[in-house]
């Protein structure tokens, strides 16, 4: 019954800016942990950046820290990414996840529900 999906992902050269957003439905974000999450060809998942709707205040990784910033759609259950100076090294699928509880969590494995990602390719 839940759905995320993300959209939002692009071509960018190195310094440029996108922004990511995730839709869900069949859940009331007050009542979860929204995380997004990244994959590069090669390498394991990440996390990226989480938020709590209870606590209010993100939780970023250190490689995007200063550059990402996650926000709450005021309408809608849509979670925003705005990502800023944008490296090579961001090239990845992005994914959106949600979790019950209130925590915010770093590991794939505490999120229940997933979204199809979404491509993100930074050019050099």
């Known amino acids: 019954q839940v759905q995320l999906i993300e959209s939002g992902g692009g071509l960018v050269q190195a310094g440029g800016s996108l922004r990511l957003s995730c839709a869900a439905s069949?859940?009331?974000?007050?009542?979860?942990?929204m995380g997004w999450f990244r994959q590069a060809p090669g390498k394991e998942r990440e996390f990226v950046v989480g938020?709590?709707?209870?606590?209010?205040?993100?939780y970023y990784a250190d490689s995007v820290k200063g550059r990402f910033t996650i926000s709450r759609g005021n309408a809608k259950n849509t979670v925003y990414v705005q990502m800023n100076s944008l490296k090579p090294e961001d090239t990845a699928i992005y994914y959106c996840?949600?979790?019950?509880?209130?925590?915010?969590?770093?590991?794939?494995?505490?999120?229940?529900?997933w979204g199809q990602g979404t491509q993100v390719t930074v050019s050099s």
């Open positions: 938020i709590s709707w209870s606590g209010g205040r993100p």
């Open positions: 996840a949600a979790r019950g509880g209130l925590r915010v969590g770093v590991s794939d494995h505490d999120y229940n529900y």
């Open positions: 069949g859940l009331t974000f007050s009542s979860y942990t």
